[in-house]
């Protein structure tokens, strides 16, 4: 059995009031079957649409409102309780990641900023020592009018992090240092109109998918440890028919798809990178080639509106069905083994 953490927004959706009822949820996933159970609201936060955790450590939150918040969170048996609230250095946080020592880094959407809250080896946060600006826009008024920071991630050989702003169509890079990060420039700029949103490298460190939330496209980069820089080497379509040839590189074609499909959130499998994509509804698996690109690849449906997050446990792919008010188990094929009721749920967290 798996314990999964199961972040939510408020029922009426994000940007709608916080602090109704919202919370961190607690299911069971059979890891022979599949199957879910004993879906139980743990801990009532507001919107808590993102949740992670320290290894050896808390359950972490962002609590994505105008005034941005990070909870701590210690597991007691089959429950959580709140160890510390604090600032996330910014506005309407949807990301952190715990991979830095000590420090939670937080990305900001709102207001673009990188925020970095300290963390105590008992789980308890302190407020953020940094709020790191951006600045720039990008050709979507109406989304790019200014920097969003969307995701926060380690570069391998750990010298840098980096920051997928959907606004300024950049992957910015932040120097490690020993008090925690500077800004060091930009590692990569995508096409105008892309709006990267998340980030997932290859497990040898050499390529970068990122996922464009606006050109409804995967990014493909090489990545070069030794400057921290990406480079492009291959876009493909977020949802795909038909493949030609097998294996060895062929077109991904795609195929028609609703207005308003937005890709969220991508993870790399084995031999395989998966992304969910909104108003589409579906997941899309490629394969992976020995040169990191992606050949063939198919999409399926999810079995219900807005997959917002997922995660891949064992066999199994857990789908947060944000507007379904569902979660969805899917197997390797595709196929719907089980499902969950919990409202407007925005990330999946295994533990």
Known sequence: MTRL??????????????????????VTLDDATGALSDATLTLAL?????????P???VVAA???QEGQVATLAVDGDRLVERSRVGSGGA???????????LLAVANYGSGT?????????????????SLAHEGSGPRTDRQEGPHAHFVVLAPGGRHVLVA???????????????????????VTLPPGTGPRHLAFAADGRTLYVVGELDVQVHVLTWDEATSTAAAAQTVP??????TGSGGGGPVHAVRHPAGSLPSHVVVDGDEVLVAVRGADVLTRYRVGADGRLSAGRSHPVGGHWPRHFAVVGPWVVVTLEKAHRLAVLDAEGAIVSTSDIPSPASVHPA
């Open 56 to 58: 050896g450590g808390p």
């Open 63 to 65: 609590l994505e409102a």
């Open 238 to 243: 977020a949802v795909v028919g038909d493949v």
């Open 165 to 187: 702003d959907l606004g300024t169509d950049e992957i910015r890079r932040y120097r490690r240092t020993a008090e925690g990060v500077e800004p060091d420039g930009v590692a």
């Open 5 to 26: 953490w199961i972040g939510t927004y408020p029922a009426a959706g994000a940007g709608t009031p916080v602090g109704l009822g919202e919370g961190v949820w607690r």
């Open 46 to 54: 507001p919107s808590p649409s993102y949740v992670t955790g320290v």
């Open 114 to 130: 990188l925020g970095l809250v300290p963390v105590a080896a008992d789980g308890t946060a302190g407020e953020p020592v940094a």
């Open 92 to 102: 309407y946080p949807c990301h952190v990641s715990t991979e830095l020592d000590g």
